[in-house]
């Protein structure tokens, strides 16, 4: 979805210097991965911990919605 594009791109100035990393998929492109990973809707945002997914969001949202739904996994897993 173009209109999460930037705001993706915001997110990783923002997380830059921490232990996380953003990757962007195409998923008309790359249609195996999207399968793999259960994603029927875009945007989708998928956290990974481990090599295994540990949380999603899916849809358009404000830059505050996805850096509070980033910062809650990212705060759960840093206890584990």
Do not use: M
Not at 14 to 27: D, V
Not at 55 to 76: C, E, Q, R, V
Request: net charge positive; with cysteine; glycine share 8%.
């Amino acid at each position: 979805c173009r209109y999460v594009l930037p705001i993706l791109d915001k997110l990783a100035d923002w997380f830059s210097g921490k232990k996380i990393t953003f990757y962007k998929l195409n998923t008309d492109e790359h249609p195996g991965i999207a399968k793999k990973y259960l994603i029927f809707n875009i945007p989708n945002f998928s956290i990974f911990y481990g090599g295994q997914v540990v949380s999603k969001k899916s849809g358009a949202g404000p830059f505050d919605l996805y850096k509070a739904f980033i910062n809650s996994s990212i705060t759960l897993h840093d206890k584990s």
